[in-house]
């Protein structure tokens, strides 16, 4: 398994998110945030594109901090708010402000709450298409005449 310096990610950081150049995140805000984060992210599991990966999940965290940050601000409750206890965004209208957000005290096994948090930032998103990319999981069913996973059926 490769490891990475923290001048290698900080690197692939600045390439992937080019949003957040050093202006914005100095290079030894990227530090810390590489140690907080670095848990968070599996290097086993994101093998060659655990670099990318951490690079989304730290920009997912600097967003979504930023909007926590905003909406307590606005007067808001901060990370109380709606925005961020309710599930995923399904719907929103301009006019009359009419915003949806799917119940996600109801969220099935590929949908989990983190999943949801994840979805309210486009680094978010970008980190669980990554993840889906790497990642796959394998359900597994048994029957009487064996088990049944992905598709295929295996005798145990």
């Known amino acids: 398994m490769t490891t990475w310096t923290v001048a290698e990610l900080i690197r692939v950081f600045r390439l992937t998110i080019p949003a957040m150049p050093a202006s914005v995140v100095s290079d030894a805000e990227l530090e810390s945030d590489i140690v907080i984060y670095r848990e968070y992210v599996s290097q086993k599991r994101f093998g060659k594109l655990f670099p990318k990966a951490l690079s989304y999940f730290i920009a997912h965290m600097r967003t979504l901090n930023a909007m926590i940050e905003a909406a307590s601000a606005d007067g808001g409750m901060g990370a109380g708010d709606p925005v961020f206890t309710a599930g995923a965004l399904t719907s929103e209208k301009e006019g009359d402000l009419a915003r949806n957000y799917s119940n996600s005290s109801a969220s099935s096994t590929n949908n989990s709450d983190s999943d949801d948090l994840l979805k309210k930032t486009l680094y978010g998103?970008?980190?669980?298409?990554?993840?889906?990319?790497?990642?796959?999981?394998?359900?597994?069913?048994?029957?009487?005449?064996?088990?049944?996973?992905?598709?295929?059926?295996?005798?145990?």
């Open 125 to 156: 998103k970008m980190f669980l298409q990554l993840r889906d990319m790497v990642i796959v999981s394998v359900t597994m069913r048994e029957s009487a005449g064996g088990c049944y996973g992905a598709g295929h059926r295996f005798r145990i």
